[in-house]
C-alpha cells in the first residue's frame, strides 16, 4: 500500500487519483533540484515537481496560481531544462485541471 501523501493542494490530489484510477505509477514531490547556490555553496533558487512518472520518466508540475506566480514557475522550469535537458517537466495548467475535471469527474481539479 502506498503511503498516504501530505498535498499541498486538493489538485494534487486529484490528480494522483486520477493517475491511480488508470495505474500510473507516481511518485509526490521525490526530487528538488538545485538551481542556484550562494558563494559558499548554500542553495538560493530550487525547483520541486510535484509529481515524478517513473515509467513516463517526466516530472509533473500542477499550477492553479495567479499569473504572477505561474511566471515564477516558469523561470525555474526553464532554467532546469537550461541546467539538466534530459530532465522532461510537464506543466498541467488550471484550465487543463478543468479539462480533466470535466472529462474525468474530479472533484475539485481546480
Not at 503511503?3 to 490528480?15: L, Q, Y
Not at 514557475?73 to 531544462?81: D, S
Amino acid at each position: 500500500l502506498r503511503p498516504v501523501a501530505e498535498f499541498a493542494h486538493s489538485s494534487e490530489r486529484e490528480v494522483a487519483s486520477l493517475f491511480d484510477s488508470y495505474g500510473i505509477a507516481w511518485d509526490y514531490e521525490p526530487t528538488t533540484f538545485v538551481l542556484e547556490r550562494d558563494d559558499v555553496g548554500n542553495p538560493t533558487c530550487a525547483f520541486t515537481p510535484d509529481f515524478y512518472l517513473p515509467d513516463f520518466d517526466t516530472y509533473v508540475e500542477i499550477t492553479t496560481l495567479r499569473q504572477s506566480l505561474v511566471t515564477r514557475k516558469h523561470r525555474k522550469i526553464r532554467m532546469l531544462a537550461t541546467q539538466r535537458p534530459d530532465i522532461r517537466v510537464k506543466i498541467l495548467y488550471r484550465k487543463d485541471l478543468e479539462r480533466l475535471g470535466a472529462k474525468y469527474g474530479l472533484a475539485d481539479a481546480a
